[in-house]
Nanobody, 125 residues
Framework: QVQLVESGGGLVQAGGSLRLSCAVS??????????MTWFRQAPGKEREFVAG???????SYADSVRGRSTISRDHAKNTMVLNMNNLKPEDTAVYYC?????????????????WGQGTQVTVSS
């Protein structure tokens, strides 16, 4: 049973920074077979892609966070970190960690097999 646990959410003022972490445990697939991504979902909106990383160093960011976010993975520990800077009120959402069975960084939720419970990020203006 694959489990994903997110941490690091909270209340931040606009212009501030946040560090989100995701730890993956369980499962039998090797880290070379999957991409790890962050999605977010604001109230009344669809879940959207934020950033993702695969084993071979491939990284992808949504336009909305590119330039002020950095994603990294620790393959040995099966963890992923998303650092976000210059946060804006529109970044307010529940942030989810997701893992897929393939190495490609897809940007649509149905392409991912495992999800964490989410962590709330609230950016005040």
């Amino acid at each position: 049973q694959v489990q994903l646990v997110e941490s690091g959410g909270g209340l931040v003022q606009a212009g501030g920074s946040l560090r989100l972490s995701c730890a993956v445990s369980g499962g039998t697939f090797t880290s070379s077979n999957y991409a790890m991504t962050w999605f977010r979902q604001a109230p009344g909106k669809e879940r959207e892609f934020v950033a993702g990383a695969n084993w071979s160093g491939g990284i992808s960011y949504a336009d909305s966070v590119r330039g002020r976010s950095t994603i990294s993975r620790d393959h040995a520990k099966n963890t992923m970190v998303l650092n976000m800077n210059n946060l804006k009120p529109e970044d307010t959402a529940v942030y989810y960690c997701a893992v897929g069975r393939r190495a490609i960084i897809f940007q649509f939720p149905p392409d991912y097999d495992f999800w964490g419970q989410g962590t709330q990020v609230t950016v005040s203006s």
